[in-house]
C-alpha cells in the first residue's frame, strides 16, 4: 500500500509541475532572477514533500499549497508587468560597476559584488584587461553587461563601409530520421529534391540521417546517425588503452 501512494503521489506532483510551469511561462535558467531561482527551489521543494510524505494523509494539503505557491507566483508575474516600480522591486536593478572606464567599488559594495568576480565575468566575455572597458552593468540576473572603450572594438563591415548579404535563419529539414515537410514547404522546396541530394552524398535511407538543416545560403548539412571516424579525437586526460 505504501507503494502505491508513493506512485500516485509522484505522479500528482510530476503532472501538477508540468501544468503549473506551462502556466507560468519559461525562461532560461542563466537568466533567473535571485527571487525567481529562491521560488524554484521552493517550488520543487513542496513537490518533493507532496511525491513522498506517505502516511500522513495530507496529500490534499500538500497539493493546496503548491497550488497556492504557484498561484502567488503567477500573481506577483502579472503584477511586475503591469506595474514598473513593483518589477523593480521583485526582480531588481541593474547596477553599473564601471563607469567611463572608473571601477564603482561603492556600487560593487552595495550588491556584495567583489573584484574576483567582476574580473572572472569579464574573462567569460573574452576581456583579459580590465583597462579595455568602458562600462559594465551587472544585471539583474547577475550577468556582466560590457561595453569595450571604442578603439577596443572589433571592425564591423558598418564601419568600413561595405555591403553584406541578408542572412536569415536555417531550417531543420530531417530530425532524427523524420522529415519535417512544414520546413521544406516553407522554403519552397520537396521531399524529391531532399532525396536526391542526400543521394549525392551516398545517403540512400532517410533514417541514416540524425539531423539535416538547410542554410538562407542554400547550403545544406547532414549529419549521419554513424559518423565514418576512423580515428575519434579524445581531449580526456585518460591514459589511452593499450
Known amino acids: ?15 501538477a509541475i508540468l501544468f503549473y510551469t506551462r502556466i507560468l511561462g519559461k525562461q532560461q535558467v542563466g537568466q533567473l532572477t535571485f527571487f525567481e531561482y529562491i521560488n524554484g527551489i521552493t517550488f520543487g521543494s513542496i513537490a518533493a514533500v507532496l511525491a513522498t510524505d506517505v502516511g500522513q494523509k495530507q496529500t490534499l494539503v500538500h497539493l493546496l499549497g503548491l497550488t497556492l505557491f504557484a498561484a502567488l507566483t503567477f500573481i506577483m508575474e502579472w503584477a511586475a508587468l503591469q506595474s514598473r516600480p513593483l518589477r523593480k522591486i521583485i526582480a531588481g536593478e541593474p547596477t553599473i560597476v564601471i563607469h567611463n572606464g572608473k571601477v564603482l567599488e561603492n556600487n560593487m559594495k552595495k550588491m556584495r559584488y567583489n573584484f ?9 566575455k573574452g576581456i583579459f584587461y580590465i583597462g579595455d572597458v568602458e562600462y559594465a552593468i551587472l544585471e539583474p540576473d547577475g550577468s556582466l553587461s560590457v561595453e ?9 563591415r558598418e564601419d568600413l563601409d561595405l555591403s553584406s548579404d541578408y542572412e536569415g535563419l536555417s531550417v531543420e529539414l530531417i ?10 514547404e516553407q522554403i519552397g522546396l520537396d521531399e524529391n529534391w531532399l532525396l536526391s541530394e542526400l543521394e549525392k552524398r551516398g545517403v540512400q535511407d532517410i533514417k541514416e540521417v540524425k539531423l539535416a538543416v538547410f542554410s538562407s545560403k542554400r547550403n545544406l548539412f547532414v549529419d549521419l546517425d554513424k559518423d565514418d571516424l576512423t580515428t575519434p579525437m579524445d581531449i580526456s586526460d585518460r591514459a589511452p588503452n593499450k
Open 1 to 15: 500500500m505504501l507503494y502505491i501512494e508513493v506512485i500516485i503521489q509522484t505522479f500528482l506532483a510530476f503532472f
Open 116 to 124: 574576483d568576480e567582476l574580473l572572472m565575468q569579464l574573462r567569460e
Open 148 to 156: 569595450l572603450k571604442s578603439q577596443q572594438k572589433p571592425l564591423t
Open 175 to 184: 530530425m532524427d530520421g523524420e522529415v519535417v515537410h512544414q520546413n521544406l
